[in-house]
């Protein structure tokens, strides 16, 4: 009975100190789940959606009937290479599936309102006033999702 009783608590012993080594690997661990913060991601959404905001305030400000595709074709091209390059940038960061989700959204977006206005030939007030308002609210998700990864992804 002495033996089992040894032996009992030479396990407990071992047991113990187990869980103290594994509680000391685990609690030096991290799981990191969302991307580093990337200041420059950060400073190029906020450019690129000042872009697309100052694009829609010239659209807005040009007269209805001078609203065709062709003046507004090479800020179209400027802007979608802009969001082509930070949907790259995006995907070139690991652990950013958010942040690529929402930039493919946007370019989405922006492609399917250029081809629109290409094969209509205009934009209307209450459409651009409409977009305008919907890519600053995607911005402003892009620009949030980067600032929470500098809270060190605790929503803070």
């Given at each position: 009975m002495d033996s089992y009783l040894s032996r009992a608590a030479a396990g407990g012993r071992q047991g113990a100190f187990l869980l103290l080594v594994a509680a000391l690997v685990l609690g030096g661990c991290t799981v990191q789940l969302v991307a580093d913060y990337d200041a420059a991601s950060?400073?190029?959404?906020?450019r690129v959606g000042k872009m697309v905001d100052r694009f829609y305030g010239d659209l807005l400000d040009t007269p209805p009937g001078e609203r065709a595709?062709?003046?507004?074709?090479?800020?179209y091209i400027e802007i979608e290479a802009e969001l082509r390059s930070l949907l790259a940038?995006?995907?070139?960061?690991?652990l950013n599936e958010?942040?690529?989700?929402?930039?493919e959204i946007i370019l989405k977006q922006w492609t399917a309102r250029r081809d629109e206005h290409k094969k209509t030939g205009t934009y209307a007030d209450g459409e651009a006033r409409l977009d305008r308002d919907r890519f600053a609210r995607e911005f402003a998700s892009a620009?949030?999702?980067?600032t929470y990864k500098a809270a060190g992804g605790s929503g803070q």
């Open positions: 950060f400073e190029e959404t906020l595709y062709a003046n507004f074709a090479a800020t940038r995006n995907k070139a960061r690991p958010e942040s690529v989700a929402i930039a620009a949030r999702a980067e």
